[in-house]
């Protein structure tokens, strides 16, 4: 009996995959197979023939059939995620069942050397068995078609279809966009000794406050305006950007799509990047121990810290970097492990809020592969089911907003810093993720000390004993903004939208602070930006929906400002953006300038 094709099911991401289809039509063109191949019914052998399309990379299969095929599959619409210089081929007496592996179950592999393949077939299997049955290959292993028009509507027996559409994924569509961005580069280059602006004594001195300094593509922040995602608003991404199997809020991965191609993907093509990020959300076993091992009342932000640096010892882009790699292609193993990286934050940030807050052992669920991103965050938390889809679409809002906000603010400023060193994204993300606010703490403080009926003049009193104490007034002001924070009306909106969430105190009482510390602030005369910002109104709606651990905040910020920055560090290496090295200057040195000495 001739030996049948297989590719695991999980390596190619969808029943009807777009990636396989596109990879064999684009390149083998019409070639004919010898004889067809065809999915017969079910109990029937599928026969594999020779391709006549060229002979770059001839195998022979172990039950003695030879074929050959271009020896570059989808260049140009599915391009290779790796050059492969070995590809695994064997005879398998079963189709693989282990989920989630590298490597197929059973199969008796050899190697094939020369083969440049895209990461679509990590393995491929060439087995002899007699029979096809279906219910063993709908889960781990699909059988092609290779009659090259029909490819799609036969790829995979028994399981569900994502997309017939000849649409490219993520990594594809970067691929298309990065020419045009470096000619473009190439053009601001041109301009290189022209000015921008100037530097003042008080930039200096204030933090690099104002200095254009940086290349940031993702966002760029208007002080009168707010965040705008390459130009769309909030409230254009909320119209535009594809919404969750359930809710009504866009998913922070089409956001991720937008802020990486400046694209609106399709339901599809995001449907594909959820599949991919819940594929490889688990986490090292050694990650998993440590988490595990660290006292339960270590701040959640130094273990988020830990772990994700430790999963360096995954890194692509390291391993390739000390091999020796062009630097024109830095930018494709930094893509791989900054997908990688988001697919396990969320994992990492609920072990976190397991072992410290839950007393440890499992999550409460396990991924699932046929959700998105937020919701199996969600899940993980204990906040899985239908029952809870109004939590879920709460996340998805959260972690789309937080996502990007500039590249000066510090979370973002230090991941591109790190990285500017070609330190790999887990050790660059690392170093961003120790910034950011607890605002809930002083809510929860102002309400214990307020009457129960509290009016409008007893939260002005308590604001002004805050600001005569010398202390600031948490979740307002902005360091760029001039006008109330849009994130901050995006979650309001949210909010008023939901009974069950206005007319929750603590909720309460951050929407009458947001109409009266505004006021206080202006008349107190020491801030430029008097208005509440997105800080003053997230850690409320989590306390609402019952987690009332103020310091686990920062972790789910820290899920989500892995958008933005892991974005930028995908093009500051396809760029090749240089080292971040300002000179420094002494306070004498300083003066001497400011005088004209």
Same mark, same amino acid.
């Given at each position: 009996?001739?030996?049948?094709?297989?590719?695991?099911?999980? !390596?190619?991401?969808?029943?009807?995959?777009?990636?396989?289809?596109?990879?064999?039509?684009?390149?083998?063109?019409?070639?004919?197979?010898?004889?067809?191949?065809?999915?017969?019914?079910?109990?029937?052998?599928?026969?594999?023939?020779?391709?006549? $399309?060229?002979?770059?990379?001839?195998?022979?299969?172990?039950?003695?059939?030879?074929?050959?095929?271009?020896?570059?599959?989808?260049?140009?619409?599915?391009?290779?995620?790796?050059? %492969?210089?070995?590809?695994?081929?064997?005879?398998?007496?079963?189709?693989?069942?282990?989920?989630?592996?590298?490597?197929?179950?059973?199969?008796?592999?050899?190697?094939?050397?020369?083969?440049?393949?895209?990461?679509?077939?990590?393995?491929?299997?060439?087995?002899?068995?007699?029979?096809?049955?279906?219910?063993?290959?709908?889960?781990?292993?699909?059988?092609?078609?290779?009659?090259?028009?029909?490819?799609?509507?036969?790829?995979?027996?028994?399981?569900?279809?994502?997309?017939?559409?000849?649409?490219?994924?993520?990594?594809?569509?970067?691929?298309?966009?990065?020419?045009?961005?470096?000619?473009?580069?190439?053009?601001?280059?041109?301009?290189?000794?022209?000015?921008?602006?100037?530097?003042?004594?008080?930039?200096?001195?204030?933090?690099?406050?104002?200095?254009?300094?940086?290349?940031?593509?993702?966002?760029?922040?208007?002080?009168?305006?707010?965040?705008?995602?390459?130009?769309?608003?909030?409230?254009?991404?909320?119209?535009?950007?594809?919404?969750?199997?359930?809710?009504?809020?866009?998913?922070?991965?089409?956001?991720?799509?937008?802020?990486?191609?400046?694209?609106?993907?399709?339901?599809?093509?995001?449907?594909?990047?959820?599949?991919?990020?819940?594929?490889?959300?688990?986490?090292?076993? @050694?990650?998993?121990?440590?988490?595990?091992?660290?006292?339960?009342?270590?701040?959640?932000?130094?273990?988020?810290?830990?772990?994700?640096?430790?999963?360096?010892?995954? $890194?692509?882009?390291?391993?390739?970097?000390?091999?020796?790699?062009?630097?024109?292609?830095?930018?494709?193993?930094? @893509?791989?492990?900054?997908?990688?990286?988001?697919?396990?934050?969320?994992?990492?940030?609920?072990?976190?809020?397991?072992? $410290?807050?839950?007393?440890?052992?499992?999550?409460?669920?396990?991924?699932?592969?046929?959700?998105?991103?937020?919701?199996?965050?969600?899940?993980?938390?204990?906040?899985?089911?239908?029952?809870?889809?109004?939590?879920?679409?709460?996340?998805?809002?959260?972690?789309?907003?937080?996502?990007?906000?500039?590249?000066?603010?510090?979370?973002?400023?230090?991941?591109?810093?790190?990285?500017?060193?070609?330190?790999?994204?887990?050790?660059?993300?690392?170093?961003?993720?120790? !910034?950011?606010?607890?605002?809930?703490?002083?809510?929860?403080?102002?309400?214990?000390?307020?009457?129960?009926?509290?009016?409008?003049?007893?939260?002005?009193?308590?604001? %002004?004993?805050?600001?005569?104490?010398?202390?600031?007034?948490?979740?307002?002001?902005?360091?760029?903004?001039?006008?109330?924070?849009?994130?901050?009306?995006?979650?309001?909106?949210?909010?008023?939208?939901?009974?069950?969430?206005?007319?929750?105190?603590?909720?309460?009482?951050?929407?009458?602070?947001?109409?009266?510390?505004?006021?206080?602030?202006?008349?107190?005369?020491?801030?430029?930006?008097?208005?509440?910002?997105?800080?003053?109104?997230?850690?409320?709606?989590?306390?609402?929906?019952?987690?009332?651990?103020?310091?686990?905040?920062?972790?789910?910020?820290?899920?989500?400002?892995?958008?933005?920055?892991?974005?930028?560090?995908? %093009?500051?290496?396809?760029?090749?953006?240089?080292?971040?090295?300002?000179?420094?200057?002494?306070?004498?040195?300083?003066?001497?300038?400011?005088?004209?000495?």
């Amino acid at each position: 009996m001739p030996p049948i094709l297989a590719i695991r099911h999980d !390596a190619v991401q969808a029943a009807d995959s777009l990636p396989v289809r596109r990879a064999f039509e684009a390149d083998v063109g019409a070639a004919r197979a010898t004889p067809a191949w065809r999915v017969p019914r079910p109990g029937l052998p599928l026969p594999v023939g020779k391709l006549r $399309s060229g002979a770059h990379w001839p195998i022979t299969a172990l039950g003695g059939t030879r074929w050959s095929g271009p020896g570059r599959l989808s260049s140009a619409v599915s391009p290779p995620r790796q050059r %492969w210089g070995r590809w695994d081929a064997g005879a398998c007496p079963a189709v693989p069942l282990a989920r989630g592996g590298r490597t197929p179950l059973g199969c008796n592999t050899t190697t094939i050397s020369s083969a440049k393949l895209p990461d679509i077939f990590p393995n491929l299997c060439l087995r002899q068995y007699p029979t096809v049955p279906t219910s063993r290959i709908s889960t781990t292993a699909m059988a092609l078609n290779l009659r090259t028009t029909r490819l799609a509507r036969a790829a995979l027996l028994g399981a569900r279809p994502y997309s017939s559409s000849a649409e490219p994924d993520l990594k594809a569509t970067l691929k298309e966009v990065i020419p045009a961005k470096r000619e473009l580069l190439k053009k601001v280059k041109a301009h290189g000794s022209k000015a921008i602006g100037e530097v003042k004594v008080e930039n200096t001195l204030g933090g690099m406050r104002g200095l254009k300094a940086m290349v940031w593509e993702g966002s760029v922040l208007d002080a009168n305006e707010g965040i705008r995602f390459h130009g769309k608003t909030i409230k254009d991404c909320q119209k535009v950007l594809p919404k969750g199997k359930t809710g009504t809020e866009m998913l922070p991965e089409a956001m991720f799509w937008l802020l990486l191609t400046g694209q609106v993907p399709s339901t599809n093509q995001v449907r594909v990047l959820s599949r991919e990020l819940a594929e490889k959300a688990q986490l090292p076993a @050694f990650v998993n121990k440590m988490l595990d091992d660290f006292p339960t009342d270590l701040h959640p932000m130094t273990q988020f810290a830990i772990a994700v640096s430790a999963l360096n010892y995954e $890194s692509k882009f390291a391993k390739a970097y000390e091999k020796g790699l062009n630097k024109a292609d830095y930018w494709e193993p930094t @893509f791989d492990d900054c997908i990688s990286l988001l697919a396990k934050l969320p994992t990492i940030a609920a072990k976190i809020y397991q072992n $410290s807050y839950r007393g440890g052992g499992a999550l409460p669920a396990e991924v699932d592969l046929e959700q998105d991103w937020s919701y199996n965050f969600a899940a993980m938390l204990g906040k899985g089911g239908k029952e809870n889809e109004n939590f879920q679409d709460l996340l998805r809002l959260y972690l789309a907003l937080h996502g990007d906000h500039e590249g000066g603010n510090v979370s973002a400023h230090a991941t591109h810093l790190v990285g500017s060193a070609l330190s790999d994204p887990f050790l660059s993300y690392s170093a961003g993720l120790l !910034a950011a606010q607890e605002v809930l703490r002083w809510i929860l403080q102002m309400k214990e000390n307020i009457p129960a009926n509290y009016t409008e003049q007893d939260v002005n009193d308590y604001l %002004w004993s805050t600001l005569n104490s010398g202390r600031v007034v948490p979740g307002y002001g902005h360091a760029v903004l001039r006008k109330p924070d849009p994130r901050f009306e995006a979650l309001m909106d949210y909010a008023a939208a939901r009974p069950e969430i206005a007319k929750d105190p603590v909720f309460q009482l951050v929407e009458k602070n947001s109409r009266i510390a505004p006021e206080v602030l202006k008349k107190h005369g020491k801030t430029k930006n008097p208005y509440p910002n997105v800080d003053s109104s997230s850690g409320v709606l989590f306390h609402h929906y019952g987690f009332h651990e103020t310091l686990y905040y920062t972790a789910t910020f820290g899920v989500s400002r892995g958008l933005g920055p892991l974005a930028q560090l995908i %093009w500051d290496r396809a760029l090749g953006l240089p080292i971040e090295r300002p000179k420094s200057i002494n306070l004498e040195g300083l003066l001497k300038q400011a005088e004209g000495q």
